[in-house]
């Protein structure tokens, strides 16, 4: 009996560290794709930065009119990419979360970038052994203290934004 409850117990604990490995390799091949995505928008390369999204993939960009499926945003990127030079995010910090499959992630980021810091967050696909962005969203930071004045610049634009997509609802 004792060697059964010896046995069990190992098992429990051999099983406990099977899965906590799957987790850290599965957190790094996450951080792996998504790096990776941002290596190639910098390095302006177009085909290895889409091949890293799924076929359904969406981009939501900073701007209230920039939610694009992958083929809209492949058309308004286009352009960047074949001039050499696309957008260069470098991450900060990035927590990743999973569901219980394993097969699905998503995370947060904050970016250093041309706009200073940024904020992404986003899904990820288990496609076979590879991870794919089905959605990401980039969202400038903006510092409590200023919101007010930040609040006076966009008001024009966004309101009448507003006023059309209320309209229209």
Known sequence: ????????????????KSI?????????????TIDDWHVAAATANYDDYFN?????AVFIGTDA?????????QSYAKPHFDKGKAWSF???????????TGNLAWFDELLNTQMKICRGSG???????EWK???YVLSMTVPNENSSEIIKL???SEDAIIRKMQIKN
Request: with cysteine; net charge positive; glycine share 2%.
């Open 123 to 129: 899904v990820l696909v288990k496609k076979g052994k």
């Open 52 to 56: 890293l999204m799924t076929a359904d």
């Open 154 to 156: 966009k008001s024009n």
């Open 20 to 32: 906590e490995l799957k987790t850290v390799n599965a957190e790094k091949n996450v951080n792996s």
């Open 133 to 135: 962005i089905k959605q």
């Open 1 to 16: 009996m004792k060697k059964i409850i010896i046995f069990l117990v190992l098992l429990s604990l051999w099983s406990c």
């Open 65 to 73: 009119t920039e939610n694009w499926n992958k083929e809209a945003f």
């Open 90 to 100: 470098t991450t900060l910090e990035r927590h990743i979360f999973f569901d219980k």
